[in-house]
C-alpha cells in the first residue's frame, strides 16, 4: 500500500486527543494530556500516556485534520483551524491567537529567488501583546 495515500483509523485515543484540540485553544500537549485526564479520571480502560498524546498529535497534523504551530522557544501547540494562516504569540500571558490576516502566498515567489530554494508555503509568527493585555496595560 502507498504510504502517501494510507490513512490511519480513528483510534479511540486518537479521538480523545482530537475532541481535546477542538475544546481548547491552541493547546500545547501538556494541555490535552491534562484535558483528557480531567475527563477520564484515572481509571486503568481510558488511562493515557503523555507520550501517546505526543504520537496521536503527531499522526492527526500529518493527516491535515490539526495544524501544528511553533511558537517560538515556547513548547509546540496545535491548532484545529489546518488551514494556512498566522498566529500571534503574546508576550506577556503566553497565549497564541489566530490573526485575521489573509495568507500572503505572494511572497513565497520571492523568498525562492532570494534563497535559491523552493518554497512550498510559508508560516508566520507575530509576538506582540494580545487584546486582554492590551487592556491590563502590559
Same mark, same amino acid.
Given at each position: 500500500?502507498?504510504?502517501?495515500?494510507?490513512?490511519?483509523?480513528?483510534?479511540?485515543?486518537?479521538e480523545m486527543v482530537l475532541n481535546a484540540v477542538h475544546s481548547l485553544e491552541h493547546p500545547t500537549a501538556q494541555e490535552v494530556y491534562s484535558r483528557i485526564t480531567s475527563i477520564t479520571g484515572t481509571g486503568t480502560e481510558d488511562r493515557i500516556s503523555l507520550g501517546t498524546i505526543y504520537r496521536n498529535l503527531q499522526v492527526l497534523a500529518q493527516e491535515g485534520m490539526i495544524a501544528e504551530v511553533p511558537a517560538g522557544q515556547d513548547a509546540m501547540r496545535y491548532d #484545529?483551524? &489546518?488551514?494556512?494562516?498566522?498566529?500571534?504569540?503574546?508576550?506577556?500571558?503566553?497565549?497564541? =491567537?489566530? #490573526?485575521?490576516?489573509?495568507?500572503?502566498?505572494?511572497?513565497?515567489?520571492? &523568498?525562492?529567488?532570494?534563497?535559491?530554494?523552493?518554497?512550498?508555503?510559508?508560516?508566520?509568527? =507575530?509576538?506582540?501583546?494580545?487584546?486582554?493585555c492590551c487592556k491590563e496595560g502590559h
Open positions: 500500500m502507498d504510504k502517501m495515500n494510507y490513512i490511519r483509523r480513528m483510534t479511540k485515543q486518537r #484545529v483551524r &489546518a488551514d494556512t494562516h498566522y498566529h500571534l504569540l503574546c508576550r506577556n500571558c503566553g497565549k497564541v =491567537f489566530d #490573526v485575521p490576516l489573509e495568507y500572503k502566498k505572494d511572497i513565497d515567489p520571492e &523568498a525562492e529567488r532570494s534563497s535559491g530554494c523552493r518554497i512550498e508555503s510559508h508560516d508566520i509568527l =507575530f509576538r506582540g501583546l494580545c487584546k486582554n
